[in-house]
């Protein structure tokens, strides 16, 4: 992540205070041979419409995606690069309000577990490439229940600005006074003067103090926590003036959800049962993904310019316990999906595992240490058979090369050209 010193963010402030008035008749243009294209009623029970938002004259309009464009691409991600592929003009800033900023739900988005996520899609602002940046929490699965997969963004409002929506209403209004306020103080005001609460009957996408004043690396709130952090989305929405878009009220899930609601809970309990989540994420957290991801050479790192990164920082070799406890301690075996391959249930052994995993500092890390000794030499649950010594040949053109030390193969998605 990128800092700016106070002169540097002075500076980013004078700019942002001075934006000029810029023609969007461009996009303007594209929007309308757009919603020419698309049909103007459902295509499915679920299918929620595209939101087109003015946000200079403040003015809305409605379609919605092709069945065709659905089946190939989905909602989402999917859905949005479509709508960027056929509204942008490359050779624009990505700050030029003539280049859109669109929210987009999944297609089973607020309708089964877990489906919960929504992606925020434009040109980036720091990266001058595509933006591209995913976040869960309420506000996706608020948009799709309210009837909306897609809302696109474009024109520059004449002062900070929030939007309110509730169902088919789309209410627009001056935000000047939350001017500066970071993702705590706006919320509790939001809440204050529209008398809701977040995540019990609105939902809310937020810029703060960074996003209003064009920081590259701001994000855009989803919620508390929950942040559109990649690509400088925060910029881009600040260059609009706007503030933040607010859905209000809870709804149902739509007629056409219904035959999912009969298998919701069965769906829940599968995916809460699995080894992933109930071990992994539970002990570990977001650590655990991070091994898959630098494997998969999407681990972007120094500004993207690699997208891989060291083994040391895998969720295995964070804390001895991630290793030790959960292949040999016996009392968390279940009649399926067992880390403990080995099956190993020694209630001496297990025992002194959780001892050691209550230790910290240097007494933790002697007593794990013991641990592999004595339990590889007096009960070895596991054994270890084979080290592997690769040999992989490349040309002299081959750049970006990558051991996969899981499959003991070349990673191809990082390997490049020289």
Not at 67 to 85: D, H, P, Q
Not at 89 to 100: H, K
Not at 204 to 231: H, Q, S, Y
Not at 331 to 360: M, V
Request: proline share 5%; aromatic share 8%.
């Amino acid at each position: 992540m990128r800092c700016l010193s106070t002169a540097a963010l002075q500076t980013v402030r004078t700019k942002a205070s001075g934006l000029p008035a810029v023609n969007i008749d461009a996009v303007r243009e594209r929007v309308e041979r757009l919603i020419k294209r698309m049909p103007a009623t459902q295509q499915y029970p679920t299918q929620g419409c595209v939101l087109f938002v003015d946000l200079e004259k403040q003015t809305t309009a409605r379609a919605y995606l092709p069945a065709e464009v659905v089946s190939t691409f989905l909602s989402g991600r999917g859905g949005n690069m479509w709508l960027l592929y056929n509204l942008v003009d490359d050779a624009l800033d990505a700050l030029d309000p003539n280049v859109p900023l669109i929210f987009g739900t999944g297609v089973m988005t607020g309708m089964v577990p877990s489906a919960a996520r929504g992606n925020v899609t434009s040109r980036s602002p720091d990266s001058r490439a595509i933006m591209d940046s995913n976040c869960g929490d309420y506000f996706p699965s608020y948009m799709k229940l309210h009837g909306y997969d897609h809302i696109v963004l474009y024109g520059r409002a004449r002062h900070l600005t929030m939007m309110v929506i509730e169902d088919a209403k789309v209410e627009f209004s001056d935000a000047s006074k939350y001017a500066g306020m970071d993702n705590i103080d706006f919320t509790a005001a939001i809440e204050r003067d529209l008398a809701c609460t977040e995540s019990r009957n609105m939902a809310m996408a937020r810029i703060t103090n960074a996003g209003e004043n064009l920081v590259l690396c701001a994000g855009i709130m989803g919620g508390p926590k929950a942040i559109w952090a990649r690509g400088g989305t925060g910029a881009k929405m600040g260059s609009l003036r706007l503030k933040a878009m607010v859905i209000k009220g809870v709804r149902e899930a739509p007629e056409g959800a219904a035959p999912y609601k009969e298998y919701n809970r069965e769906i829940a309990k599968i995916t809460l049962r699995t080894s992933v989540v109930k071990n992994a994420l539970k002990k570990t957290g977001t650590p655990f993904l991070y091994r898959p991801s630098r494997v998969l050479g999407a681990m972007g790192t120094k500004n993207n310019q690699i997208t891989t990164w060291s083994d040391k920082l895998d969720a295995d070799y964070l804390d001895p316990y991630n290793f030790a406890n959960k292949l040999f301690d016996g009392t968390g075996i279940q009649e399926s999906n067992n880390n403990n391959l080995s099956y190993f249930n020694d209630p001496s052994w297990n025992k002194r595992l959780k001892e050691a995993a209550l230790l910290s500092g240097d007494a933790r890390a002697k007593e794990y240490a013991e641990i592999d000794r004595d339990l590889m030499k007096n009960a070895a649950p596991i054994a270890p058979y084979i080290n592997t010594n690769a040999k992989i040949l490349v040309g002299p053109d081959v750049g970006c090369y990558t051991y996969n030390p899981t499959g003991g193969t070349t990673n191809l998605v990082a390997v490049c050209k020289k």
